[in-house]
């Protein structure tokens, strides 16, 4: 399963910015999609997920300001971000755990990563 991200950028202070991964390939079931974030001399940390069922977690550090989303026909799941902070500045990607389709009547777990894309929160 492949993760393709986008959304990444500059933006200021108090900005917004609205993150999107689409997942492809043999898919039979998506049971959890997020978005964690490493930024420079950091460990990744998680963001935000969000369950089959829409259930959503947040880091304390984002919650208020940011939404993760999914569209499940589609695959792809979103994060918006407003009131953004320079201490948001880093690497975002996306995750996603499901099953996906192995052989007749197979499924396979599956975890995939994506490249990542850059946040710079700056003025």
């Known amino acids: 399963v492949q993760l393709v991200e986008s959304g990444g950028g500059l933006v200021q202070p108090g900005g917004s910015l609205r993150l999107s991964c689409v997942a492809s390939g043999s898919i039979y079931r998506i049971n959890r999609m997020g978005w964690y974030r490493q930024a420079p001399g950091k460990q990744r940390e998680l963001v935000a997920t969000i369950a089959s069922g829409g259930a959503t977690n947040y880091a304390d550090s984002v919650s208020g300001r940011f939404t993760i989303s999914n569209d499940n026909a589609k695959n792809t799941v979103y994060l918006q971000m407003n009131s953004l902070k320079p201490e948001d500045t880093a690497v975002y990607y996306c995750?996603?755990?499901?099953?996906?389709?192995?052989?007749?009547?197979?499924?396979?777990?599956?975890?995939?990563w994506g490249q990542g894309t850059l946040v710079t929160v700056s003025s």
């Open positions: 995750k996603v755990d499901g099953w996906e389709r192995s052989g007749t009547n197979r499924q396979t777990s599956f975890g995939s």
